[in-house]
């Protein structure tokens, strides 16, 4: 097992190991557009730890500096903001989490952070909160689907600000889709190859704007990443182009 931090943008070949399990998931549509969207941000607004088994990348976390983080919060500097974690399903339950987690908290204190953010879920199976309580994490905002918690390691708390999202509806198609980044995970990433397709098949009557992520779009849209059909949030989880494509279709027979 070998465990290391990400420095070369070449390391990007192997992020996000939860896309390459075997049976491989319909989003790993998405994984070659969000490992270059990985290598062109990394050092910037992603970090990334990756741990290997017989020079194969089994497990991640991936993460940033708050100065840095892509979400939708105020935050003090000084945090490490964790966006995603995962072990391939065969080495889970086998302690590759624990000592990923360890050497990852490990790097953090040498570096001087106050402390962890996650934005942790209440969907079993991925970035669960209960995984994240285990660990001394606590709760310091709740909302729709997850909470926002904090381990503490050189301060006991942080300041934390929610922004609020501002999502305009325009009026210059029937159907307007706003994509804010959703390239930093293929599960985001296959999502926005779909809606290319789609968009591109009904013409006029759906318009696609793709804004990137970044400071920019937080500051105008209140939002670090989604998808928006008319204003409203869409497609936050695994779909096909099947689904999307149905969504688009059913958007549109509305009177």
């Avoid at 889709?177 to 930093?184: E, F, H, Q, R, T």
């Avoid at 809606?195 to 006029?204: I, M, N, P, S, T």
């Avoid at 149905?246 to 509305?254: C, P, S, V």
Wanted: with cysteine; aromatic share 10%; charged share 25%.
């Amino acid at each position: 097992m070998r465990i290391f931090s990400l420095a070369d943008p070449r390391d990007a070949a192997g992020a996000y190991p939860c896309a390459t399990e075997m049976p491989r998931p319909f989003w790993a549509d998405g994984l070659e557009l969000s490992r270059s969207w990985f290598a062109e941000n990394l050092g910037g607004c992603v970090e990334g730890v990756h741990v290997e088994e017989e020079g194969r990348v089994i497990g991640h976390i991936y993460w940033a500096p708050s100065e840095r983080a892509l979400v939708p919060y105020r935050i003090e500097s000084g945090v490490a903001w964790l966006y995603c974690e995962w072990i391939q399903r065969p080495y889970q339950e086998r302690g590759y989490m624990r000592k990923l987690f360890a050497a990852f908290i490990e790097h953090l204190k040498g570096e001087g952070y106050k402390g962890v953010l996650v934005g942790a879920t209440d969907y079993e199976g991925y970035m669960h909160h209960s995984h994240f309580a285990k660990r001394g994490f606590r709760v310091i905002l709740e909302g729709e689907g997850g909470k926002v918690m904090y381990l503490p390691l050189a301060q006991s708390s942080v300041e934390v600000e929610p922004l609020s999202p501002n999502i305009p509806v325009e009026g210059r198609a029937p159907v307007e889709v706003l994509v804010i980044g959703s390239l930093s995970c293929p599960v985001g990433a296959a999502a926005v190859l779909y809606l290319r397709k789609v968009a591109a098949e009904f013409g006029d009557k759906v318009q696609l704007k793709e804004v990137p992520a970044g400071p920019e779009a937080l500051a105008r849209y209140g939002v670090a990443d989604g998808i928006y059909v008319n204003g409203k949030p869409a497609f936050s989880g695994p779909v096909t182009e099947e689904q999307v494509r149905a969504a688009i279709q059913k958007e549109l027979e509305k009177p």
